[in-house]
């Protein structure tokens, strides 16, 4: 446990600020003291598990406490690493691949590719939606997917992605944080689907046809 308790805090990016400028100072207020309070939940220096919230601001906490998780896990791996590194006395170092004796930096380079290519596959295989920088596996899929009726999805993602592929690293920051503020608001404004009209009974067709045969 005190492995765990180390941690001091996590990180908040700018990008938020979009999503407490539609909140009021109440609901912002209420916003980030669960998230603080998960935080501390999360790394077990608070014990108690926070209340979850409701309705609108629910919806809004899912991607700060996605990204809560995925940095704890993150945190923890490092960690462990670290202690491994340590009982074998340090990292070691990577050893150079061979090389052929036909053409050593041409096949090295060609090896590498493959190796590229390999990766991306595999990846791929763990997400639902695989973009140049949006990458989401099932769970965060279906939480936005829930989160965001009103909204195509996976239309949604693809825009924002071939948005985000045209700018600097730097430029796009977090994109996990910036997708779901950008959907969130977008959501907020599309308008209500269209109730489907309910079915006539058998009996209510009756009912209407006896009513005009009566005029």
């Known amino acids: 446990m005190s492995d765990f ?3 001091k805090g996590f990180i908040l990016y700018h990008d938020i600020s979009l999503i407490f400028q539609e909140l009021t100072d109440e609901q912002a207020g209420q916003l980030i003291k669960y998230i603080v309070n998960y935080s501390t939940f ?8 926070p209340t979850g919230l409701s309705g609108l601001l629910n919806a809004i906490s899912k991607p700060f ?4 998780d995925w940095d704890f896990e993150r945190w923890q791996k490092t960690c ?12 070691k170092k990577e050893k150079e691949p061979k090389r052929t004796q036909v053409n050593p930096i041409i096949d090295n380079r060609e090896q ?3 190796n590229r290519y390999n990766k991306i596959d595999k990846e791929k ?6 973009g140049k920088i949006i990458k989401l596996n ?6 936005w ?27 796009v920051g977090n994109w996990f944080v910036r997708t779901s503020t950008a959907l969130a608001k977008k959501n907020k404004e599309a308008p209500e689907p269209p109730k489907p009209k309910p079915t006539e009974t058998l009996a209510q067709i009756w009912a209407r046809n006896e009513k005009m045969r009566g005029l």
């Open 5 to 7: 308790t180390t941690k």
């Open 145 to 171: 997917k829930d989160a965001y009726s009103k909204l195509d999805l996976k239309t949604e993602l693809q825009s924002l992605d071939d948005y985000y592929s045209s700018l600097k690293k730097t430029e």
């Open 112 to 114: 590498i590719i493959d």
């Open 80 to 91: 462990e690493k670290n202690r491994n590194n340590g009982k074998k006395g340090g990292r």
């Open 42 to 49: 999360k790394t077990q220096v608070n014990p108690n598990e």
């Open 65 to 68: 406490i996605n990204h809560i």
């Open 138 to 143: 099932e769970d965060d899929f279906n939480r």
């Open 125 to 130: 295989e763990n997400f639902v939606f695989f």
